[in-house]
């Protein structure tokens, strides 16, 4: 009997796991799958507690539902810094296999010359995080961002409106602290996670300069070669 | 002329160990980073170490160090070197292709002072990891293998400082800060050298930073201080290191005295127990139990004294050659190097083949491999790594095994991967293809770590299994695929029809095409994938390649001895009981055997597959009940052996006189060449590729597939006729001789390999400008 799955949707799984495998081969997606472990054990621990459906799982589910965003972010991060390794590694073949008479000169006009062999390259859009940006990720880190205020609907029901509104607060206020407890926890994995993206931010910034002035220094070669070419072929005729 | 890279002193402590030492020369002749200097350091030795050493010439710096001191030894290497990095090894170690290249690299960081690699215990005897990533306290209790830096991050001890360590058969330092801190502490005469510099670089706020990569395989040999892979050895000098290293480590850390002197008591009485375990054991005895305990005691002592009163014994900052750069040091490659064939870190023999070109690093894939499991796939691998070594190339396989570790075994570096069912989980349902996915994606990922460390250049997998799948998938390297009995065909034979065989087809199809070069070990094996997936012709990226097997020695061969009086006849099957082997026709030609030649005894071995051929399924028997069952009168002249080990079937080749193995489909015959190497006239079926290695009346006789009555037909002409087996054994020999030894099997696949290195580099520039 001919399945539903076909060998194309095997090898799209396989090429999926290697693209996993490659995030989580150095120290840092290490780190991530040993959080990720940690946070699976907290969540099955939750979520095996007798009172499912009291209302701070679904606080916690939310919160983990963050966790996976920041994960996810985490993830692209490391996937663009190993692209960008990758470009890192092109370049620097490149100018070194290229004569090593050049001077550096900062990256301007020059970049947009092109050899007639050479396929224009479109340029890349540099990624350029603004202090803006890292303050954002700091901000989202806070404790403060975390505290669930306390929400309660006052009955207007006589007599016994008073006491079920104080009723009301007290429960709340017992899940309150418990969930806030849970997000004084949770803060610190979140500064954990922060740390690393704005390591990760500092790192991918640097490596774009890194990756500008190559190219920079690349076309200025290219440049120097086309003009001793001409030359050459000058003197030839 | 300085090249701007780092340059490494490699250091050698020896003493009375030049077989080793000379493995570990040749190996450093296969560096991948070449601008490293080699220092040897002999102790009082009493061989000929110098002697070999003086070949070498001006390759190899030379010193002596008076007494049998690791310490001390290690510090006159230090003040020697004139490398930016200073490496040690052991003399009884043998360093991956990329050992110095990935040292080099890391030193490339400036912040950092020490690190150290993996160690793996690669004796074929008893293979373990030894180090990787391990972790010391300052009271000595010590963590030597971890997965990651994040496993047993802060273990529980006594100790108040945990620290990372490398182990002296690999570390490397930069030469400076090794020298501020004051080298080695020479007090250390054997064994916690390593740790203590770690403990102290540390201390001193270096970063002492060991990985996993940079890979040392360890060959214990036997020394003064102890004999290789026994119990006997001076172990009261470790007791007296590891006393002093408690109570000098444990004061300048701040430990208490009150743990200090728990510590100690307890690594004492730890020993204690140890030796009256061993002589319960039977491995020591009385008088060995009563000296040993005595001498621990005595060490202990030693070790406490010194440790509390003595200053350390460390050299001074400002002494050693100050000279740096590759001008300051005398390059230990030379021109020759590159080509020099690979060495057998065990037997420390080497081929004696001179090579036009630089080795090759293979890395061939077989689930089942030698010496624990004998069958096909593993047993064609195991030839193939012969034949390759032989010819002076670098072998590693990566095999199955209950944990993870490396051993050298038949010429190769055998690297065993447990199977973890971590991925794929959308496939359970789908038992084989589920397995088959996991496994090869375990392969995948040591074929990385390969290539990390021992630059391998092709990957040279089965079709059977889908090992080599998902390294195929990824790109990252030439996959050769040999194209020998497929799921599917299997799938046919059976009549399995379910999805997951389906499944298994589908994916040997992919892999048949995601491979870079196929070799199909006969022309029937081509023409059956040609039909069974469709194959295009793949002009230039194919090669047949016949299975070759090691001629047996000359005197080891049994022709039929015409001279001999009894008329007892053995015949012989090798095989797995199973339907495609035939043994079901061979079951059914017996009686008609019998019925004309009285004295035929049958010996069948090979392990019952009556449960995964359905058998079992259809008659609730295996095949040995079944055919006492079936054929009680003719259970006398039958006898089932099961699986049998390597020298019981070298026995049975040498005493029968004809084999038979009246297949359904082979896709080669492996087992009519091994009876064909002992002499010894064959009966086979036309099916698959037999007919390619038995040729019909002459080096044996072929009859039709599930012919009963053909096969004893053929089994009782031969055995009629003693000239015939005679003749057709001695000539299934030449024939062996000529066409089919691992040594031109190796050398067919040298080309191959040689062939898919330049396809894939021509396909993927841009990776292979990467590298």
């Not at chain 2, 004139?82 to 040292?103: H, K, M, N, T, Y």
């Not at chain 2, 039977?282 to 440790?307: H, N, P, T, W």
Request: charge should be neutral; aromatic fraction near 10%.
């Amino acid at each position: 009997m001919r399945p539903h799955l076909t060998a194309e949707d095997v090898v799209s799984d396989i090429e999926f796991e290697l693209i996993q495998g490659a995030i989580s081969q150095d120290e840092l997606g290490q780190a991530i799958a040993s959080v990720r472990r940690y946070q699976n054990k907290m969540r099955g621990d939750l979520f095996q507690q007798k009172h499912r459906r009291d209302k701070s799982i679904e606080i916690t589910a939310r919160q983990f539902q963050i966790n996976d965003m920041l994960l996810t972010i985490l993830q692209e991060t490391v996937a663009e810094i190993q692209s960008l390794r990758l470009e890192f590694l092109r370049t620097a073949h490149l100018s070194k296999s290229a004569k090593p008479t050049y001077k550096y000169e900062p990256p301007v006009e020059k970049l947009d010359v092109v050899t007639p062999t050479q396929p224009v390259r479109k340029k890349q859009p540099l990624c350029v995080y603004t202090p803006e940006d890292f303050r954002k990720v700091e901000n989202r880190m806070r404790p403060e961002s975390l505290q669930v205020e306390i929400s309660v609907r006052a009955t207007k029901m006589p007599f016994v409106g008073a006491v079920l509104n104080r009723l009301r607060v007290i429960m709340h206020n017992l899940v309150l602290f418990y969930i806030n407890r849970l997000a004084t926890n949770q803060v610190v994995v979140n500064q954990t996670y922060g740390d690393y993206i704005l390591r990760l931010m500092h790192q991918v910034q640097y490596q774009q300069e890194q990756i500008a002035m190559l190219q920079a220094q690349i076309e200025t070669l290219r440049a120097s070669l086309l003009t001793e070419e001409s030359a050459t072929d000058r003197s030839l005729r | 002329m300085s090249t701007g890279r780092p340059t490494i002193s490699v250091i050698i402590n020896t003493i009375d160990r030049v077989g080793p030492l000379r493995t570990l020369l040749q190996a450093l002749e296969h560096q991948s980073y070449p601008f490293f200097e080699v220092i040897v350091v002999v102790g009082p030795t009493r061989d000929n170490t110098l002697e070999m050493l003086s070949e070498y010439g001006d390759r190899v710096r030379v010193l002596r160090c008076p007494t049998a001191n690791l310490g001390r030894s290690r510090n006159i290497g230090l003040l020697a070197a004139r490398g930016d990095i200073v490496a040690f090894i052991d003399d009884d170690a043998v360093p991956s292709c990329r050992w110095l290249e990935q040292i080099a690299r890391l030193f490339v960081n400036e912040n950092l002072d020490a690190t150290g690699g993996a160690v793996y215990l690669a004796h074929p005897n008893n293979p373990t990891t030894q180090h990787r990533i391990g972790i010391i306290s300052s009271l000595a209790e010590q963590i030597d293998v971890r997965s990651s830096w994040l496993e047993h991050l802060v273990p529980p001890g006594d100790g108040s400082v945990w620290v990372a360590r490398m182990m002296g058969t690999n570390m490397a330092f930069r030469r400076r800060s090794l020298m501020e801190v004051g080298g080695f502490d020479e007090f250390f005469e054997w064994v916690y050298d390593d740790s203590d510099v770690a403990l102290r670089l540390t201390s001193a706020g270096k970063i002492v930073h060991p990985v996993k990569e940079a890979v040392v395989y360890h060959f214990p040999a036997s020394s003064r201080n102890r004999v290789a892979f026994t119990y006997t050895g001076k172990w009261w000098l470790q007791t007296k290191s590891a006393v002093y290293f408690c109570i000098k480590n444990g004061l300048a850390a701040g430990d208490t005295y009150r743990a200090i002197a728990r510590r100690v008591l307890h690594l004492v009485h730890g020993h204690w127990l140890w030796y009256g375990h061993l002589w319960r054991e039977g491995k020591l005895s009385f008088l060995q139990l009563v000296r040993m305990r005595f001498a621990d005691i005595c060490a202990a002592i030693v070790g406490a004294f010194l440790g509390a009163f003595l200053p350390r014994q460390l050299i001074s900052p400002g002494s050693g050659d100050e000279g740096e750069g590759t001008q300051a040091i005398q390059l230990f490659q030379t021109n020759n190097s590159a080509n020099t064939p690979s060495v057998d870190p065990v037997d420390g023999v080497f081929p004696l083949v001179s090579l036009p070109s630089p080795p090759l690093r293979v890395c061939l894939l077989s689930s089942a491999y030698p010496p624990d499991q004998f069958e096909g796939v593993g047993r064609h691998t195991n030839l193939l790594a012969r034949g390759l070594f032989e010819c002076g190339h670098t072998v590693h396989v990566i095999a199955q095994g209950e944990r993870e570790q490396t051993a050298f075994y038949d010429g190769a570096y055998v690297h065993r991967i447990p199977l973890h069912l971590d991925r794929y989980f959308q496939y359970q349902k789908f038992s084989g293809l589920y397995y088959a996915l996991n496994y090869s994606h375990g392969v995948y990922e040591k074929v990385r770590r390969l290539m990390l460390n021992e630059g391998i250049q092709v990957v040279d997998s089965p079709l059977w299994q889908l090992e080599g799948l998902v390294t195929a998938v990824s790109g990252i390297l030439p996959v050769v695929l040999r194209l020998q009995t497929a799921h599917r065909q299997i799938a046919n034979i059976q009549g399995d029809r379910d999805e997951d065989a389906y499944l298994m087809g589908e994916m040997e199809r992919v892999f048949i095409e995601r491979s870079t070069y196929l070799v199909p070990n006969s022309r029937a094996m081509f023409e059956a994938m040609e039909k069974l997936y469709g194959l295009t012709p793949r002009e230039g990226r194919y090669l047949i390649v016949p299975h070759g097997v090691v001629p047996v020695p000359e005197e080891d061969i049994r022709p039929f001895d015409l001279q001999r009086k009894t008329d007892t006849f053995t015949v012989l099957y090798v095989g797995r009981l199973e339907k495609r082997k035939g043994i079901m026709t061979l079951f059914q030609a017996i009686p008609l055997v019998m019925q004309k030649v009285q004295n035929v005894k049958f010996i069948i071995a090979g392990g019952d597959n009556s449960i995964h051929d359905g058998f079992r399924h259809q008659t609730g028997m295996d095949y040995p009940s079944y055919f006492v069952k079936r054929y009680p009168s003719f259970v006398s002249c039958v006898h089932f052996l099961g699986a049998v080990d390597e020298e019981v079937l070298r026995g049975l080749y040498q005493t029968c006189d004809l084999f038979v193995a009246p297949s359904l489909y082979e896709s080669f015959g492996l087992v009519f060449l091994e009876a064909m190497n002992y002499a010894k006239p064959v009966v086979g079926c036309h099916a698959g590729g037999v007919p390619e290695v038995v040729a019909h009346g002459v080096s044996g006789l072929l009859v039709e597939p599930e012919d009963p009555a053909a096969l004893a037909d053929a089994i009782v002409s031969l055995l009629k006729s003693p000239t015939k087996l005679y003749e057709m054994g001695m000539a299934g020999r030449q024939l062996l001789l000529e066409k089919f030894t691992h040594i031109q099997m190796a050398r067919h696949f040298e080309q191959v390999y040689r062939a898919a290195i330049q396809i894939w580099h021509a396909q993927s520039p841009d990776i292979s400008s990467e590298e």
